[in-house]
């Protein structure tokens, strides 16, 4: 017997292989455990291969199945794009567009881009979310998001970049510590001070980076505590649990009581880019991506 591969059976694939489990999976679908077995059945007779291995306690997805999940779930997100866009372009308007930023980017350029864009195109809705490169670059990968401001030195295969700026470095001290502007000399004086640093999962270069200006001085620094999120980074210093090396354009836009000794003479600079997915079917990404490079930085 012949079948047709259907939306239902991948969808019956994509729970069953997210969960690992018929009962759960076939509750989760509202149909039989022995239907669900049947579908999955009908599914591996289409493509001519074993998705699941059923021969242990435990479901498990074999090779094929596993890459098979990635490309099913691709899918659906593409689908849930084309839905949003059909409505969109029923209702009149453009796009909505998906934008992920470090908040080193929120002080200036993205409200910058938002208004910009906004003026241009009054069409285009965009959905902001502070997030860190990493999350950002693997949301583009599948296209649940559709532009990002990042930090970062390689960018995945696929993924287009453009340097938006380049920006000083600067040490974020309480308010009250006594190294100031007027009297700070060299950064080797603060290795005994402990640091706070953005995370090394979610930001490794920038991480390695801001560990190299510590070691081109001389030592290398105690880390006391790690985030993700400037703010937070901020309170920290603010509550004198540590001091921290961050972009001198962090300084904008918080109103708290740290301040910014700028590092005027050290070689590293830290670079921001915006990237996006090249073959991205999103109606408005190519506006925006225009309006940056064409308008926003002449």
Not at 76 to 88: A, C, T
């Amino acid at each position: 017997m012949s079948y047709q591969i259907e939306l239902r059976h991948l969808k019956y694939f994509q729970v069953l292989g997210e969960t690992l489990n018929f009962r759960k999976a076939s509750e989760k679908l509202f149909i039989s455990q022995p239907g669900l077995s049947r579908q999955i059945k009908q599914m591996e007779e289409i493509f001519g291969a074993s998705l699941f291995d059923r021969n242990k306690k435990k479901v498990e997805l074999t090779a094929a199945g596993a890459f098979l999940l990635g490309e099913v779930e691709l899918i659906f997100s593409n689908l849930e794009n084309i839905k949003r866009q059909v409505i969109d372009i029923n209702q009149g308007k453009l796009s909505e567009l998906r934008v992920g930023f470090l908040g080193s980017a929120a002080q200036k350029v993205i409200p910058d881009f938002v208004a910009g864009l906004n003026r241009k195109f009054p069409g285009i809705r965009t959905i902001l979310e502070e997030m860190p490169n990493k999350l950002q670059l693997a949301l583009l990968q599948t296209r649940q998001l559709d532009l990002g401001f990042v930090r970062v030195k390689t960018f995945p295969a696929g993924i287009a970049n453009h340097l938006i700026h380049r920006d000083t470095f600067s040490i974020v001290l309480p308010i009250n510590h006594p190294l100031n502007k007027a009297n700070f000399k060299e950064i080797a004086k603060l290795k005994d001070q402990p640091f706070i640093f953005f995370s090394s999962e979610d930001s490794p270069h920038y991480f390695d980076l801001v560990m190299s200006i510590c070691e081109d001085h001389g030592f290398r620094p105690t880390v006391f505590h790690r985030s993700i999120n400037a703010l937070t980074i901020f309170k920290l210093i603010e509550e004198g649990m540590g001091i921290a090396i961050l972009p001198t354009s962090l300084q904008y836009g918080y109103d708290l009581k740290v301040k910014f000794v700028a590092l005027d003479h050290i070689k590293q600079q830290t670079e921001l880019f915006m990237v996006w997915k090249e073959d991205s079917r999103n109606l408005s990404l190519s506006h925006a991506v225009d309006f940056v490079t064409q308008d926003l930085q002449n």
